[in-house]
Every structure is written in C-alpha cells, then in structure tokens.
C-alpha cells in the first residue's frame, strides 16, 4: 500500500513561488508514473503535471513554463516548482502515483494524497 506525503503548500502573492514536494512509502518499488493534480474552489480536480519513470513529462497548458516536475527513482519523491503563480493557481493540490506500467493518467483507483492548500492571492 503506497502512502503519499505532501509539503510546502501555503500562501503567496502573485508573482511568487512555491515549491510543493512528496515522498511516496510503502515498500513499493515500481513507482510507474507521479504527479500533482489540482482541485480549483468549484471545480473538479485535473492534472497539473506527470512525470513516468523514464522522464517523459506532462503539464497542464496553463502551467506551461511556469511550473516545473522533477523527480527521484532512488528515494520516491516527486516535487513540482511553482514560478510566477497566478491567483487562478489557487486549490489544492494532491500528488498521486500509479503503478500501473506504461500508465499516461492517474486515475482515482491509484494513489492520492491528502492535498496540500496553495493559495495566490492578487
């Protein structure tokens, strides 16, 4: 059973950074695809950003150059780097994780974490 651990969530002005981390345990070894969704105030939750475990990447269009994912095999972490946030970044925000091989989605049935608040104020 994998368990997630979020941190560095908080509250910035727009125009800041946070940088959000998660450590993945469990005794799991195959850790396939993680990454951070978001749940906007009224919204359903979508993807932010996914990394698998050979590299490859995956954003959302509106964090496009703005936030970057970044991860490691070796202790099971994933985090993501927050630049330039805008006030429409506010939500929470859950790292998940499948290992599911050659997964391109996390879905609800994978792992989540419990979310962490990031909000942007104007």
């Known amino acids: 059973q994998v368990q997630l651990e979020e941190s560095g969530g908080g509250l910035v002005q727009a125009g800041g950074s946070l940088r959000l981390s998660c450590t993945a345990s469990?005794?799991?070894?195959?850790?396939?695809?993680m990454g951070w969704y978001r749940q906007a105030p009224g919204e359903q939750r979508g993807l932010v950003a996914t990394m698998d475990r050979g590299g490859w990447t995956r954003y959302a269009d509106s964090v496009k150059g703005r936030f970057t994912i970044s991860r490691d095999n070796v202790k099971n972490t994933v985090s993501l780097q927050m630049n330039n946030l805008e006030p429409e970044d506010t939500g929470v925000y859950y790292c998940?994780?499948?290992?599911?091989?050659?997964?391109?989605?996390?879905?609800?049935?994978?792992?989540w974490g419990q979310g962490t608040q990031v909000t942007v104020s104007s």
């Open positions: 998940a994780v499948s290992i599911r091989p050659f997964s391109t989605d996390i879905r609800p049935r994978d792992y």
């Open positions: 469990g005794g799991l070894t195959n850790l396939y695809l």
